[in-house]
């Protein structure tokens, strides 16, 4: 699988770059709206020719909100019009309710915000056990269709009700990629080999491997920089390891930020530095070349 220009597909672009996966998670989100939306997506979801108006509402709602994103997830084709959706929070005490909307068109008088704060109908159930998303968002990026429909299927014969397609989730040239819920931890370069240490690791609250792990989206970049230099070192693959990220300062001119986290060792003081790195292609169907972003983390001496 090539570019239409003849250039590499851009997962391929990335690892011959030596770019990494740290730091390339979604940030600063951690309010969720997953709604089920069978078959194709445009490369923009929300232009999907299908969707009833209701949605596009909907989605350009969430969109407008602080820290909130809303994902489309499928399985397969559905002969009824009722339509799963999720709604919950991936911050350091997460929630998450689910609940069946009769169509897709009953989001007309959604009041997302209140669902968002945690009023949520009352037909809405408690969910007790992790979600998992990978991308498979084919029009958006062909590294996605192609690596993204490998890894669902694996993973998926592991727990078939919690194992969803999603739309796209950032970062095609890191396919396949994947969000864990209820933390919003994501992780890239992952392979159907991958499927089965990921999936045991993340229901006994651990992160495997750790080396595809992208970030928490509940943090800033340089906040996830910061946890992934914490996590190597020590060994710290825990999911509440690391807890309450914070940036204790603007972004230096020579771009250093001062972050801060809760540990097994007590509150921890990283120093965080992007640097620019390699050329690459960050997506399949586009021919701009872009420069990745390399962290470079130490420890603040007390």
């Known amino acids: 699988m090539g570019r239409a220009d003849g250039q590499p597909p851009c997962t391929l672009s990335s690892l011959t770059a030596g770019e990494s996966v740290t730091a390339t998670a979604v ?3 951690d309010s969720w709206v997953l709604l089920e939306v069978p078959g194709g997506w445009a490369p923009k979801a929300n232009d999907t020719a299908s969707l009833p108006d209701a949605v596009r509402a909907a989605w350009s709602r969430v969109s407008a909100m602080d820290r909130a994103r809303m994902q489309f997830i499928k399985r397969g084709p559905l002969k009824s019009s009722e339509r799963r959706i999720y709604v919950g929070s991936s911050g350091d005490k997460p929630w998450w309710y689910t609940w069946t909307l009769p169509s897709l068109e009953a989001l007309s008088n959604a009041d997302v915000n209140a669902w968002l704060s945690g009023h949520v109908p009352h ?19 062909a590294c996605c269709a192609k690596y993204g429909v490998a890894m669902y299927r694996t993973l998926s014969a592991l727990a078939p009700d919690r194992v969803w397609q999603a739309s796209h989730i950032g970062g095609h040239r890191f396919a396949a990629t994947l969000l864990a819920f209820p933390t919003g931890h994501c992780f890239g370069r992952l392979s159907p ?14 992160l495997e491997p750790l080396e595809s792990l992208r970030g928490r989206t ?5 906040e996830q920089a910061g946890a992934y230099h914490l996590r190597a070192a020590h060994d710290w ?8 990220a914070q940036t204790l300062n603007a972004q ?5 930020r001062r972050l801060m986290f809760d540990t097994p060792k007590g509150c921890i003081e990283v120093q965080a530095r992007a640097k620019t790195g ?14 990745s972003v390399d962290w470079e983390c130490k420890l603040t001496e007390p």
């Open 237 to 244: 693959v825990d999911l509440d390891d690391i807890r309450n």
């Open 27 to 29: 940030e600063s989100t």
């Open 278 to 291: 390699n050329a690459i292609y960050g997506s399949c169907f586009k021919t701009k070349i872009q420069l």
């Open 218 to 222: 509940s943090m800033t970049r340089a």
């Open 193 to 206: 080999d991958h499927a089965q240490q990921l999936f045991e690791a993340y229901e006994d609250r651990r």
């Open 252 to 256: 230096t001119a020579d771009g250093e």
């Open 123 to 141: 037909t809405a159930e408690t969910v007790n056990q992790p979600l998992y998303l990978v991308c498979t968002h084919g029009k958006r990026d």
